[in-house]
């Protein structure tokens, strides 16, 4: 098992990583010293401050707008339409006191809501996160580190050419691209709380946004120079009581959009064109956090708010159950050919890999057939000696992501917060999938002084390895390559899966051997 | 349509034993639908024991068993309707009139009649099994004022009922063809037949309940307006007498019966809910995927390989089951891929190939075709050209396969003359906006197949004119088609170029005086009975629907894009031999060219660029949204190829034209 000890250990306070060559992670003391490449995506520092959130509390407006004049129906049908039932019978409960409903209304009214409240409390009490309002929900299971306090929520990168849209503190959406200087700004009336960014694959322009109450996407034409699109570019796709969106993921064939809500048992299958959608309703979890799409399209990921999570197979939608003992399942990733897939539990600090067979999906398949997860790698704290002092580091995951060669993988890992050295820190390590798959460490990702890692993301094709895109809690969008040469895996192309070797049962027994002679 | 393709072998052997075991389905969840609307029936809250044990006692009694009986007759009948009616392309009325026709169309009234009688027995069961007061027809009287004192009087709770069963089988049957539910939508992602059912179920019963709602409300209107034809007459048919000492229930005292609402709402949810479910299990079992061999090693079921099931016409169900499993096994089966990428073993000709690309190349060409014909006919406002254009423009471009390129334009954007606002002239023509507007003319089509189009769509040809039905469209372009469609398999790649324009038969028509008098005629007349607004409001052309109509079969075009893309992008690394190589230069001009044609389609003044917002019922609207599915899929075919094929699509022969277009996909800016 590869374990935090193994690595080198961080850079000392004040360096900052600017790429890995040779094997080797280089740094400096400055972003500055970064030798620039024949090319460079953009690197960005959005601060905080010039940005302007919304102050929109979510009933905060009501009252300082609507003058209490209406008609007693009129504001009755308001409720209705605003809140359901149960402001309904809020406002019936409310407004008796002024005689105008008779009394045995305001008592039945009174009755319905304390029942309402009773149930609701009691399924809270089974799903603990329903109690969350849907921004905390969000800022709960969001794969960024810290939600609601940075000023980049959600990054994506476009699979086929060099541009990323980063979702801001303000509710805005932009699209940077490597090769222009104008980068649109996305705004929407429905726009609220982006958690998640995905680009449609086999596409130019779709981009997919979670926000709280649907599902947008915009239509940005590449080659406008419009730098705000109209939001008449932008499809609605909502669904009654699935808010707030926290996950989403595009087919690798581009033909079908999943969204998950921790509040709805069912994920969407949405065809977005047609602006449909089918319910994948199963029962138990109470909800669906976050989504992955194998990169050879035959399954997907799909983790609930309990310690419950299921994996998905695409030809015939039918699905497994994986049971985890702590927690709920944070975050997962797939190996480039969709026959691997790691996750972390939250409330531990490894890694478990799941191994399936590789048959792309015949009709009627399943999701696949191993029996239980294997631990790959062990984060726990470490105590490392640097010229600086002992600084630890390792702790709970908050967010995997593999390289699309299967190279390098990426950790993100969040500090101990109650302790003042610990801090979070991203962790690479070099992979390998075949003939077995293997796992070997690769050195510490820092950025500057005081900044936390949030977020990453690796790019979708960089031709020369890997390249990280990290955003740091400062507002700084850094990108920083690994150079190496790739073992020469052929790299599945979107939409079919290149033909692998059937891994044999037999390497499962060497796999394990390796990781506890690396462990040792 | 009842006699259509009954003694095709796919028919007798597949869509039979699928309509047969979902009706069997449905006639088995009839007991537990039974049940629970016997529960429901006869709820009462403050006595739960003796409610339920009275409901089990019902339900072991011969009424109960007697009305399961008569609903499963009631069920078979349905089914039966469902099974005749059932469509995979969705009919489009594209005007008022065309939707009133379809209303009253002989075989629509069947369907209503013997669907409002269906609701009547329903109801029936339904009244006997609540039982009490709605049980039976006749009731002794009460009233002791007349003089015969054991005669019988109407039991008018019971012809409610049975009224309201006929008034909700009707509109039932009336919103089927409204709502095109006769028209069988293919799911986009494939789930067990049980998950489905599963998944759909609480949708029917939710839209079950509101539509009896609906009905019921609209039932007891018509009821306290007209309720009392029908009570007379049974009255006097049946020699029975009125009940004075009842209000007769088409006053406002008598409607406002909370329990008689109640209990006519729970029956026309249970109607509507077994019914929908049949129709529902039909749907699932008819649209399941069905997997076509690829190739049979013995020469009698040859017939029934995927090939040879993907060019046949007829039955449209069997194509489309064909081309779903087209779609299906190009995107996850690399075992029957390679089949299709497989020679043939004495000759090592690529037939499998040829025969599958040659069919959706064809059907793909077949769209393109029908939007430019739709493109032309709007841009020219429906206004008929001049003869002496069109048939002096025939010998030059059918002759010509390359030159006609550049005259092309002039031929059909000529005759445009700047509309005033008073076009309604043109409104019983083909495809005509509602609203004048000035065609674009920025670049000309450069494809081949505008130029064969100038050529085949003469005015004098005999769909040109007042055509209204979609149906007459789309059977035009196959006339040419045809010649196209049936040479491909043998040749191994359909031909790029244009193919032979049957113009000796279409120079022959030379106008006549009398014909163009005629002609003058129908043009006054049409102009004064334009002006009349009724009129106009019946034949105006929906523009939506139109465009609806235009793309109705599109989920086949969709299947086929997805299906050849997919085997495309697979043979970048399966195809041992190279037979897609050879055909590549046509799917590819062909996407392209069809892609053009799209983007003309949605540029055109009255094509909404986005689907108009819909609420998620039961009721199937996937169809109205075809276009934009058939765009969004083209595009992602076109970039599956060239994402998978990169900078090699330099070295395939297209025209400079695609050439440009290509290079834009390969950069990602479309």
């Known amino acids: 098992m590869c374990s935090l000890s193994l690595f080198p250990p961080p850079l000392p306070a004040g360096h900052v990583t600017l790429y890995e060559s040779n094997n080797e992670l280089v740094s400096a003391t400055s972003l500055d010293n970064y ?46 339409h605003d809140a359901g039932l149960s402001g309904l019978l809020d406002e019936i409960a409310n407004s008796a006191d002024e005689g105008k409903f008779p009394r045995c209304m305001k008592v039945g009214a009174c009755c319905s809501l304390a029942i309402l409240r009773w149930v609701s409390s009691f399924h809270g009490s089974l799903f603990p996160h329903l109690t969350l309002s849907s921004e905390d929900m969000v800022a709960e299971f969001s794969q960024a580190a810290d939600w609601a306090g940075c000023s980049v929520r959600a990054l994506a990168w476009h699979p086929h050419t060099d541009k990323f849209a980063v979702a801001l503190l303000d509710d805005s959406v932009r699209v940077h691209n490597a090769k222009s200087s104008t980068a ?31 599902v947008l996407v915009w239509h940005v034409d590449p080659s406008s120079l419009s730098t705000r699109p109209s939001s008449g570019c932008a499809q609605v796709l909502s669904q009654p009581g699935h808010s707030p969106v926290t996950s989403l993921a595009w087919s690798p064939s581009g033909a079908i959009l999943l969204s998950a809500s ?35 399209g035959s399954r997907v990921l799909a983790a609930t708010p309990s310690a419950l999570f299921r994996v998905w197979e695409t030809s015939m939608w039918t699905c497994e159950r994986w049971p985890t003992l702590t927690g709920r399942c944070q975050t997962g990733c797939w190996s480039p050919d969709g026959s691997r897939l790691l996750f972390s539990v939250q409330g531990e600090s490894v890694i478990y890999a799941l191994s399936f067979a590789n048959t792309p999906g015949e009709l009627l398949g399943q999701a696949g057939d191993s029996k239980s997860s294997v631990i790959v790698a062990d984060l726990s704290e470490t105590t490392f000696e640097t010229s600086s002092g002992e600084t630890s580091v390792g702790g709970e995951i908050q967010t995997l992501v593999w390289d699309p060669r299967g190279e390098r993988l990426a950790v993100l890992l969040k500090g101990n917060p109650e302790k003042s050295d610990s801090r979070s820190i991203i962790a690479v390590f070099k992979t390998r999938t075949s003939p077995i798959f293997e796992l070997l460490p690769c050195g510490f990702v820092q950025g500057e002084e005081g900044a936390d890692p949030h977020l990453i993301h690796f790019h979708p094709h960089f031709e020369k390895g890997a390249l990280l895109t990290v955003c740091w809690c400062n507002g700084r969008i850094s990108h920083i390559p690994f150079y190496f040469v790739s073992a020469g895996v052929p790299r599945p192309s979107l939409g079919y899966s290149p033909p692998v070797p059937y891994p044999s049962r037999g390497s499962e027994v060497s796999e394990r051997l390796l990781y506890s002679e690396l462990g040792s | 349509m009842l006699s259509l393709g009954h003694d095709h072998w796919f028919i007798r052997k597949v869509v039979f034993w699928r309509a047969a075991a979902s009706i069997a389905w449905s006639v088995l969840l009839l007991p537990a639908s039974t049940a629970i609307f016997v529960l429901l029936s006869r709820i009462s809250v403050l006595h739960p024991i003796e409610w339920i044990t009275g409901s089990l006692n019902i339900l072991c009694g011969s009424y109960v068993i007697f009305s399961i009986v008569l609903q499963c007759l009631v069920v078979l009948i349905i089914g039966f309707f469902i099974l005749e009616f059932y469509t995979a392309v969705p009919s ?84 089927y063809v409204v709502g095109n539910m006769n028209y069988v939508s293919f799911p986009s992602i494939q789930q067990y037949k049980y998950l489905r059912f599963k998944g759909t179920l609480p949708l029917v019963i939710k839209h079950s309940a509101v539509q009896a709602l609906y009905s019921v409300r609209n039932y007891c209107i018509t009821y306290f307006f007209l309720g009392y034809i029908p009570r007379a007459w049974i009255c006097t048919t049946m020699n029975l007498q009125k009940d004075r000492a009842l209000h007769s229930l088409d006053t406002l005292t008598g409607l406002l019966d909370f329990s008689l609402l109640y209990h006519l709402w729970i029956s026309g949810t249970f109607l509507l809910v077994t019914w929908y479910m049949t129709w529902l299990l039909f749907r699932i079992y008819t649209s399941e995927v069905y997997c076509f061999p690829v190739q049979s090693s013995f020469s009698e079921d040859a017939h029934q390989c995927l090939p040879k099931v993907l060019s046949s016409k007829q039955p449209l169900i069997l194509k489309y089951l064909a081309l779903q499993d087209f779609a299906l096994l190009s995107q996850n089966s690399p075992s029957r891929r390679q089949e299709v990428f497989s020679l043939s073993q004495p000759g090592g000709h690529p037939h499998n190939w040829s025969a599958l690309s040659g069919e959706c190349l064809t059907i793909l060409n077949d769209l393109t075709q029908k939007l430019i014909a739709y493109q032309e006919a709007v841009s020219s406002n429906g206004r008929i050209k001049p003869q002496s254009l069109g048939s002096d423009k025939r010998p030059s471009s059918s002759g010509s396969s390359a030159t006609s390129l550049i005259e092309e334009p002039m031929s059909w954007q000529t005759p445009r003359v700047s509309m005033g606002p008073k076009t309604p002239g043109s409104v019983f023509l083909r495809s005509s906006v509602a609203s004048p507007f000035t065609p674009d003319l920025g670049s000309p089509f450069g494809s081949p197949a505008m130029k064969r189009l100038t050529g085949t769509l003469d005015p004098s040809s005999p769909w040109h004119g007042s055509v209204q039905s979609p149906h007459v469209m789309r059977r035009g372009p196959k006339l040419w088609t045809s010649s196209l469609g049936a040479e491909t398999p043998l040749n191994g790649s359909p031909q790029s170029g244009p193919a032979p324009v049957p113009s000796p038969v279409a120079g022959a028509q030379k106008p006549s005086l009398v014909s163009l008098w005629i002609q003058n005629r129908q043009e006054q007349v049409k102009n004064v009975l334009a002006k009349r607004v009724l009129i106009m409001y019946l034949f105006n052309k929906l523009p939506e629907a139109s465009s609806q109509a235009l793309f109705a079969e599109s989920q086949a075009h969709i299947w086929a894009l997805e299906g050849l893309s997919h085997l495309v992008a697979a043979s970048y690394t399966e195809d041992r031999f190279g037979v897609v190589q050879t055909t590549l230069p046509d799917i590819l001009g062909t996407m392209l060219t069809l892609q053009e044609a799209v983007d003309k389609h949605f540029k055109l003044p009255h094509a909404s660029s986005k689907p108009a917002r819909t609420l998620s019922s039961l009721v199937d609207t996937s169809y109205k949204t075809l276009r934009f599915a058939l765009r969004a899929s083209l595009k992602t075919a076109i970039y599956r190829i060239t994402t998978t094929f990169g900078e090699h699509l330099n070295a395939v022969q297209v025209s400079v034209e695609h050439r440009k277009r290509l290079q834009q996909f390969l950069e990602y800016k479309e």
Not at chain 2, 97 to 118: C, D, E, R, T
């Open chain 1, 35 to 80: 030798q620039r490449q024949d090319w460079d995506p953009p690197s960005l520092l959005i601060l905080k401050e010039t940005l302007k959130p919304h102050n929109r509390l979510e009933n905060s407006s009501k009252a300082a707008f609507i003058h209490h004049q209406e008609t007693l129906w009129m504001r009755s049908a308001n409720a209705w």
């Open chain 2, 92 to 175: 489009i009325p594209c005007t008022r009139i065309a939707l009133i026709g379809k209303v009253l169309h002989p075989q629509q009234f069947i369907h209503s009649l013997v669907h409002a009688v269906m609701g009547m027995l329903v109801s029936w069961c339904a009244a006997v099994m609540i039982g009490g007061r709605f049980q039976f027809l006749t009731t002794p009287c009460i009233a002791e004022e007349s003089a015969v004192a054991s005669s019988m009087c109407l039991n008018e709770y019971h012809l409610f009922f049975l009224l309201a069963g006929a008034f909700m089988g009707y509109s039932y049957s009336l919103l």
């Open chain 1, 262 to 296: 921790p509040v709805d048992t069912a994920m969407m299958v949405w065809d977005v064109a047609g602006e449909s959608c089918v319910p994948l309703q199963r029962v138990g979890g109470g909800g669906v956090t976050f989504l992955s799409w194998a990169p050879d």
């Open chain 1, 184 to 214: 649109p700004t996305l705004k929407h009336r429905l726009q609220r709380n982006v958690s998640a960014l995905a680009w449609k694959p086999l596409c130019a322009s779709a981009l997919a946004l979670a926000c709280q109450n649907c």
